[in-house]
């Protein structure tokens, strides 16, 4: 079956760095992506991996390891704005993204 | 990124009345389109995948009859929430898939339904 793991919580204060894990068992893979949504908004776009590595893109980096099934997003220099729901998602080629349920990232002062 | 419209941004019905929801692609054609529900709190539920010029794909145990989709253009993609009731209120959200950018999905900033 198709399954997305994330930790449905994580805390962490202003300026620190938090990674967000994600595994996943899909029957077929052609990519992840990495969303961010705040409360009461849609998604937005942050990331997208398809190949084993690091995207750096600012503050923001995203990981994956194919043969793992395991992606992390990795925030840096953390901001209270960065408080949001962050979707983990798999593409499997021709269907819909298969998302994570979330995870909901608290960050304070 | 791409840009997705979604129009209106909220609506108030009454019970019985239908609502049409318009998700455009402004800046890339998408031929497929997808339309997601998400109740407060939770995660996005996929109601259905729209495809340009054929029938919507429903997931299961969402009444086809009830979510009417239509993607008409390569840009735009409505659905139609028939005979609405207060159960149906909740925030509606399209992605359109850009085949030129790795099948990245591009949300919409959602539409709130409340059914009085």
């Known amino acids: 079956g198709q399954n997305i793991d994330q930790p449905t919580e994580m805390t962490a204060t202003e300026g620190a760095i938090v990674q967000i894990n994600c595994t996943y068992q899909?029957?077929?893979?052609?990519?992840l992506f990495w969303y961010q949504q705040h409360a009461g908004e849609a998604p937005t776009f942050l990331s997208y991996?398809?190949?084993?590595g690091l995207e750096e893109k600012g503050r923001f980096s995203s990981f994956l390891s194919r043969s793992k099934g395991y992606s992390y997003l990795l925030l840096k220099e953390l901001q209270m704005k960065d408080s949001a729901s962050y979707l983990c998602?798999?593409?499997?080629?021709?269907?819909?993204?298969?998302f994570g349920k979330g995870t909901t990232l608290s960050v304070s002062s | 990124g791409a840009v997705v419209s979604q129009h209106p941004s909220w609506v108030i019905c009454k019970s019985g009345t239908s609502v049409k929801i318009e998700c455009r692609s402004l800046?890339?054609?998408?031929?497929?389109m997808f339309w997601y529900r998400q109740f407060p709190k939770q995660s996005l539920m996929l109601m259905a995948t729209?495809?340009?010029?054929?029938?919507?794909?429903?997931e299961q145990g969402v009444e086809k009859d009830k979510f009417l989709i239509n993607h008409a253009s390569l840009t735009l993609s409505t659905l139609t929430v028939t005979s609405a009731h207060p159960e149906d209120s909740s925030f509606y959200i399209c992605?359109?898939?850009?085949?030129?950018?790795?099948?990245?999905?591009?949300f919409g900033p959602g539409t709130r339904l409340t059914v009085l």
């Open positions: 992605s359109a898939r850009d085949n030129t950018a790795s099948d990245t999905q591009y």
């Open positions: 899909t029957s077929g893979f052609n990519g």
């Open positions: 991996n398809v190949l084993d």
């Open positions: 998602a798999v593409n499997q080629a021709g269907t819909a993204l298969i």
């Open positions: 800046d890339f054609q998408a031929t497929t």
């Open positions: 729209s495809n340009e010029g054929s029938k919507a794909t429903y």
